[in-house]
């Protein structure tokens, strides 16, 4: 029911139609706004999910009681701007090309014309308004800008930076961004802080005959994880904060799973650990989620101040993890559960509360669901399914896993028990996650799972494209004939060393 317009709802119910009023006013003010909140390589350390038991989630813990989450959602891509193209098209990364952190998909042909989420909204009556990363880089000049969304707000990003970095120069060239840990500095100078502030008094000033589709996209926990003391203080500074590793981990898992993240600026753990930066790393990296759920709970704390709760769906999701050490390696760019799971967390008028689901969910499917429950046309040319069933009840199946590719030909498959993954060589690893969550023992070379192995296998992606034209940055391709990868321009043979080992 509308908050803003009781007498109107009022009338609207008594009349059971709205002959006596323009169709196009009826249509708009009954349907919900959206509130759709973005977290920029946020991996599974959240209260809902569980992915690590000292994460401070109080706000997204209180928006997963008021709503369903999504216990086994995972990205399309290990990679912001595959990961937010799909999402914001509900096309795989498969189907477009689009691996990398270039191209940006209105260059790509044909999908350059495409009809993303928040346009799909604005077609439908909706003001459409955004602040901080949604989609990867710039969109272009102001009449670019407008075609995507009505109303822009700040772009966010880091805010407050150090003079100096402030962690020991990294391998591969320093890169700037690879850098955390502590330095005085007010919240209110930090990205994230200033796009809820604004975002705020959007909901506060929206006007009252159209709901809104905010779109609110926070920068941290992405690296620099620059935090002050206070949210630092919040977490240990001990071996319990670290997470769970086997150092012989990668005995078992293919040589090629290295060429997915062949040679990067995120630091290898062996670095890490020899820097004595691991635990100084988790902790920036908790604190920093946790000063992004301060900032969704002033969200959250507006929305119900400005009695637009009920009548709000709210989102919230995560473009992909990032590893802290696990598997070897710091970083996002793997086909494994912590680069793979995110949050995804719907509330709102026709969603379940205090629900868990555990069936798998892909971020591709937030378009058609938030069509679904906004009451919006349903398209024909999207790749997601609504999880609408799933939002009512929890324990509704689906039979499609979820599946996350990093370059064509390779792909994970997330079924409610296991994790497949085939590499473009043609290697494999198998995961019974239920058994065993970290991930430590490759399944595949067992004949006793060969089946699992090939029911996995059959959902493995049809379309499977090469890198669309001018795409760069983490794009590898692989030619079968010489064994030889091509990363990010550069020759990869089976024989090279590992970098950073
Ligand atoms: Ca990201
Ligand atoms: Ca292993």
Same mark, same amino acid.
């Given at each position: ?20 009023? !323009? ?119 102001? #009449? ?8 822009? &707000? ?11 970095k402030l962690i020991p120069a990294t391998p591969g060239g320093n890169h700037p961004l690879m850098d955390w840990g ?24 929206? !006007? ?15 690296v620099p994880c ?11 500074? %001990?071996d319990?904060?670290l997470p769970?590793v086997k150092a012989d981990d990668r ?7 290295w060429?997915l993240h062949w040679d990067l600026p995120e630091p290898r753990l062996k670095w890490v650990k020899e820097n004595k930066q691991w635990h100084n790393l988790v902790r920036s990296y ?14 959250? %704390?507006? +929305? #119900? ?17 990032w590893h802290l050490g696990e598997k070897g390696i710091t970083g996002k760019n793997t086909?494994?559960?912590r680069s ?21 969910? #892909? +971020?591709?499917?937030?378009? !058609? ?5 906004? &009451? ?68 595949? &070379? ?20 090469? !890198? ?19 990363? #990010? ?8 060393p590992i970098p950073g080992l």
């Open positions: 029911m509308n908050q803003r317009f009781p007498l109107f709802a009022a009338v609207l119910a008594l009349i059971g139609s709205a002959t006596v009023l !323009p169709a196009a006013a009826a249509a708009t003010t009954t349907k919900p706004n959206v509130l759709f909140i973005a977290i920029d390589d946020q991996n599974d350390w959240v209260g809902p999910l569980g992915g690590h038991r000292l994460a401070r989630t109080p706000n997204l813990d209180r928006l997963a009681a008021r709503g369903t989450t999504l216990l086994n959602a995972h990205c399309q891509a290990p990679l912001c701007n595959p990961s937010r193209t799909s999402l914001m098209l509900s096309l795989r990364p498969t189907s477009t090309g689009i691996y990398g952190l270039a191209p940006w998909f209105r260059t790509v042909e044909p999908v350059k014309d495409r009809v993303t989420l928040p346009q799909h909204f604005k077609d439908n009556g909706y003001r459409t308004l955004t602040t901080g990363k949604i989609y990867h880089g710039g969109v272009g000049g102001p #009449e670019a800008r407008a075609r995507e969304f009505d109303v822009w &707000g700040p772009a966010g990003g880091v805010g407050a930076k150090p003079v100096a502590v330095f005085p500095h007010r919240d209110e100078d930090k990205g994230d802080h200033q796009i809820a502030t604004w975002a705020i008094d959007q909901i506060r000033s929206a !006007p009252a005959n159209q709901p809104f589709f905010l779109a609110v996209g926070f920068f941290l926990p992405h620059y935090i002050t003391q206070k949210w630092y203080d919040m977490f240990p500074g %001990d319990s904060i769970p005995d078992d898992t293919p040589r090629f799973s060429n908790l604190a920093s989620t946790a000063f992004v759920d301060a900032q969704i709970g002033r969200l959250l %704390d507006q +929305l #119900e101040a400005s009695g637009q709760a009920d009548n709000t769906i709210i989102v919230v999701w995560g473009d992909h993890g086909l494994w559960e793979t799971r995110v949050p995804l967390i719907f509330a709102g008028p026709g969603v379940a509360k205090a629900a868990r689901s555990t069936q798998p969910a #892909e +971020l591709l499917d937030i378009y !058609p669901t938030l069509a679904e429950l906004c &009451g919006l046309p349903a398209r024909t040319d999207l790749e997601g399914i609504s999880l609408v069933p799933q939002l009512k009840n929890a324990a509704a199946k689906r039979a499609r896993p979820a599946i996350t590719s990093h370059n064509q030909g390779n792909h994970g498959i997330r079924t409610e028990r296991w994790r497949y993954i085939h590499y473009a060589d043609g290697t494999e690893e198998l995961y019974d996650i239920i058994a065993d969550p970290n991930e430590w023992t490759n399944l595949a &070379g067992d004949p006793r799972h060969a089946a699992v192995m090939a029911e996995h296998r059959r959902w493995l992606p049809r379309i499977d494209l090469p !890198p669309a034209p001018r795409s760069a940055n983490r794009v590898l391709t692989y030619d079968p004939a010489t064994n030889e990868s091509i990363w #990010e321009g550069k020759l990869v043979k089976s024989t090279d």
